[in-house]
C-alpha cells in the first residue's frame, strides 16, 4: 500500500467522521458506527506527517504550509463543531492542523535535538523530554484538537518508526489508555500503515488534500443548516 492510498483511507475516514459528528444525533446507532470509523484518521495523518519530515526538501516550508491552512480552517472549524458566535469559538477548539503543526515542530526539534547530541545520550533524551512537554504544554493551552493525545501520538510514530510491533502498542496505549475506549478504535488504522510499501503512489497537487479539509468542513456546516437538520 503506497502513500497516496493511505492518504485516501484518511481522509475518507476523516469524511465519514465529520459528516457523522455534525449531521447525525449523537446516541444513535449511525452515531457510534460512523464516529468509530473516523478514529482511523488521526493515526494515518500522524504516520504521514512523519513520513513527511523524513523525506521533505524544506521542512520550513512543510510547517508554513501546515500554518497557512491552520489559519484557513479555522472559521470552518469553529462554525461546523463549536456551534458558537466566531468571538468565542476561538477560546473553544482549533483545527487539526494546529495540533499537525506543533507536533511536526516538535520532531522537527527532536531530529535536530538527537543529531547534535548524538553521542551524549543523557543529554539528546532530557532535550527530547522537554520539546515534548513544551508542545504537550502548547497544544493544551490552545486547545488543540486531540490537544496533548494528538501530539504523544506523532512523537509514538516518530520515535517507534522503526518498529512496527512496538508502535502498534505505543499507539494502543496513547489512544485507548490516555484517550479513552472509542479512540482506542485507532489502533485498527495499523493494519492499514503495515501494509504501507514505503512508495508514494500516484502524485497530485499537493494543495489538494490540504484544501480539502476547510472545503469540506464548510460543505457540512452549509448542509447542517438545511431544515431537515435543524
Not at 502513500?3 to 475518507?12: C, D, P, R, T, Y
Not at 510547517?63 to 477560546?91: Q, V, Y
Not at 488543540?144 to 494502543?172: E, H, M, P, S, W
Not at 480539502?212 to 431537515?228: A, R
Amino acid at each position: 500500500m503506497n502513500g497516496f492510498a493511505l492518504k485516501l483511507i484518511a481522509v475518507v475516514t476523516m469524511l465519514i467522521d465529520h459528516v457523522t459528528a455534525v449531521l447525525i444525533p449523537e446516541g444513535t446507532l449511525w452515531y457510534m458506527i460512523g464516529r468509530s470509523i473516523g478514529r482511523l484518521a488521526f493515526p494515518i495523518f500522524c504516520f504521514l506527517l512523519v513520513e513527511g519530515l523524513l523525506h521533505t526538501k524544506n521542512v520550513k516550508k512543510y510547517l508554513i504550509r501546515l500554518g497557512i491552512f491552520a489559519l484557513l480552517s479555522e472559521i470552518p472549524f469553529d462554525l461546523a463543531f463549536s456551534n458558537k458566535t466566531m468571538n468565542m469559538a476561538f477560546l473553544y477548539q482549533q483545527n487539526i492542523f494546529f495540533t499537525l503543526f506543533i507536533g511536526l515542530a516538535v520532531i522537527y526539534a527532536m531530529s535536530i535535538i538527537e543529531k547534535k547530541y548524538a553521542n551524549n545520550m543523557i543529554l539528546s533524551n532530557l532535550f527530547d523530554s522537554l520539546v515534548v512537554i513544551a508542545g504537550c504544554a502548547i497544544s493544551i493551552l490552545l486547545l488543540t484538537d486531540y490537544q496533548y493525545l494528538g501530539i504523544l501520538l506523532i512523537v509514538a510514530f516518530y520515535l517507534f518508526r522503526g518498529n512496527k510491533i512496538v508502535l502498534t502498542i505505543a499507539v494502543f496505549i496513547v489512544t485507548a489508555f490516555l484517550g479513552n475506549p472509542l479512540e482506542g478504535l485507532g489502533t485498527i488504522s495499523m493494519l492499514f500503515i503495515w501494509l504501507y510499501n514505503g512508495k508514494r503512489g500516484p502524485q497530485f497537487n499537493k494543495y489538494i488534500f490540504y484544501a480539502f479539509y476547510p472545503v469540506h468542513i464548510l460543505s457540512i456546516y452549509l448542509i447542517s443548516l438545511l431544515p431537515m437538520f435543524q
